[in-house]
Every structure is written in structure tokens, then in C-alpha cells.
T-cell receptor, first 114, second 112 residues
Framework: DTAVSQTPKYLVTQMGNDKSIKCEQN?????MYWYKQDSKKFLKIMFS???????INETVPNRFSPKSPDKAHLNLHINSLELGDSAVYFC?????????????FGNGTRLTVT | DAKTTQPTSMDCAEGRAANLPCNHS???????VYWYRQIHSQGPQYIIH???NNETNEMASLIITEDRKSSTLILPHATLRDTAVYYC?????????????FGKGTTLSVSS
């Protein structure tokens, strides 16, 4: 059983399109995150939700909109895709948002914008 | 979050202990030390974390100095599958909206 699963694993699309990445966790956690890893391999936090409520929103273009239908899911919708959006996107979850709660990551979605 | 300093790369022979150092001289009293690793382009994998005391689990041991300004991750018997980028992260406690802030990490190469 995969604890944090993301779909799709690979996503190739053209500039200007709108796409979504789905994330589900079966760990019973109440906090979920989206991270972006660019071509230089830096991992950056984008968003965090706790009990479906947004608690972290880093400086991310408003073309990116997270949606949490329930505690087990955090989807990422991206409008008007740009070349610079090409990256690997990782979803993660933790039990609570405190510093004593490890994050568990999915295996990523590699987005390529052409 | 306090910043960490790690060596860019390290080598280790298979079967030997891998000792990965991390400096976090500006760490605060309520900040935890976390270690993660990333193999190829897989998702970061949680290894271990601690506040003040040394910690051990099935994967590794974490040794934190008494002044908490540095720590060492120990992989007791490194294997080829331990080749990865290892991240040392400090994370502030008891604040809403804390997340892990990743640095550049240490690339550990285990060879036979």
C-alpha cells in the first residue's frame, strides 16, 4: 500500500493549458503539503493544508490553486501553464503541523511544459 | 528556521559506517533536527529526527551535541542503496504553518 500517492507520475503538456495533479494519503494524517523541485534540485514548499484549511501559502503565482476536498486529498490545479512550471511536484503529509511531526512524501509528478 | 551547513559530498565504502555531519550553530531551543534523503528523483524519505537527545531507529542514529550546534547522522553499515542526497533540516516547534525547508544537502556515494 502506497502511503502518499500522486497521479499522474508524468505529465507533458503545452504552454497555456490547464492541468491538475492529484494527491491522496492513506496514513490518516490531517496535514498535507505541496513542494516543487526545480531543475537545480532545490525543494521548495508551496502550500500546506491542515484539516482542509490553508495554513501555508508561499510566494506562488495565483495560477496555482490547491484544493482539499477532504483530509486525505490535496490536489494542485495549474492554470495557463508556462515553461518555467516544468519541475517535479511532490505531495507530502504529516499528523499535525507541529515540528515534531515528520512529513511523508509521495514519489512526485514530473511536469514538462513544451 | 535556522540554517544548516553540510558538506557537499562524501564517499563511503560499502559495509562501513557513514557519518554525515551537520552544523546548525544558530539553532533555537525549540527547533528539531530532521534528516531526510532523496534517492535519484524519488520523493524525500524521512530518516530520523530529534530535539536534544540522541535517537536511533532501524535506519540510522542521530547524535546531537550537548550545545545542539551540530549533529551527525550515522548509517551503521552503508550499502550501495544508501547512495543518495542527505538533507539536514532544523524546524521550529509549536508554530502554525511550519514546514521543512530543504537546503542543498550532502551527496553520499557508497561504493563497493
Amino acid at each position: 500500500d502506497t502511503a502518499v500517492s500522486q497521479t499522474p507520475k508524468y505529465l507533458v503538456t503545452q504552454m497555456g493549458n490547464d492541468k491538475s495533479i492529484k494527491c491522496e494519503q492513506n496514513l490518516g494524517h490531517d496535514t498535507m503539503y505541496w513542494y516543487k523541485q526545480d531543475s537545480k534540485k532545490f525543494l521548495k514548499i508551496m502550500f500546506s493544508y491542515n484539516n482542509k484549511e490553508l495554513i501555508i501559502n508561499e510566494t506562488v503565482p495565483n495560477r496555482f490553486s490547491p484544493k482539499s476536498p477532504d483530509k486525505a486529498h490535496l490536489n494542485l490545479h495549474i492554470n495557463s501553464l508556462e515553461l518555467g512550471d516544468s519541475a517535479v511536484y511532490f505531495c507530502a503529509s504529516s499528523q499535525g503541523w507541529g515540528a515534531n511531526s515528520p512529513l511523508h512524501f509521495g514519489n512526485g509528478t514530473r511536469l514538462t511544459v513544451t | 528556521d535556522a540554517k544548516t551547513t553540510q558538506p557537499t559530498s562524501m564517499d563511503c565504502a560499502e559495509g562501513r559506517a557513514a557519518n554525515l555531519p551537520c552544523n546548525h550553530s544558530t539553532i533555537s531551543g525549540n527547533e528539531y533536527v530532521y534528516w531526510y534523503r532523496q534517492i535519484h528523483s524519488q520523493g524525500p524519505q524521512y530518516i530520523i529526527h530529534g530535539l536534544k537527545n540522541n535517537e536511533t531507529n532501524e535506519m540510522a542514529s542521530l547524535i546531537i551535541t550537548e550545545d545542539r550546534k551540530s549533529s551527525t547522522l550515522i548509517l551503521p553499515h552503508a550499502t550501495l542503496r544508501d547512495t543518495a542526497v542527505y538533507y539536514c533540516i532544523v524546524r521550529v516547534g509549536n508554530q502554525a504553518g511550519t514546514a521543512l525547508i530543504f537546503g542543498k544537502g550532502t551527496t553520499l556515494s557508497v561504493s563497493s
